[in-house]
């Protein structure tokens, strides 16, 4: 079998997006935390790549997915920000897992 790098960045996307999504169950990553968020985006990126540049026709309905959930994720960053900043005006600040 011969893997492409296209391919790699699909299993990357894969083991990302997996692997948050078990941190998440184990409690170990917040759903608004930043790394929960950079991984999700990362992994959807790493999947669109995969999808756009791969021999295989595009699969429009996952690749429709995969772009809401990379867009869904820049979205989850920039709130997070947003509170941030927002807190930090007023002399609060989020705790560490925001």
């Not at 992994?43 to 021999?55: E, I, R, V």
């Amino acid at each position: 079998m011969n893997l492409f790098w296209y391919d790699w960045a699909g299993y990357l996307g894969v083991f990302l997006l997996l692997l948050a999504f078990l941190l998440l169950q184990a409690h170990k990553l917040s759903g608004v935390g930043l790394v929960y968020q950079i991984m999700n985006i990362v992994g959807a990126l790493a999947l669109l790549l995969s999808l756009g540049f791969g021999l295989a026709p595009i699969a429009w309905p996952i690749f429709s997915f995969e772009l809401a959930w990379l867009l869904i994720g820049v979205f989850g960053v920039v709130q997070t920000q947003r509170r941030r900043r927002a807190l930090r005006r007023d002399g609060m600040t989020l705790p560490p897992s925001m």
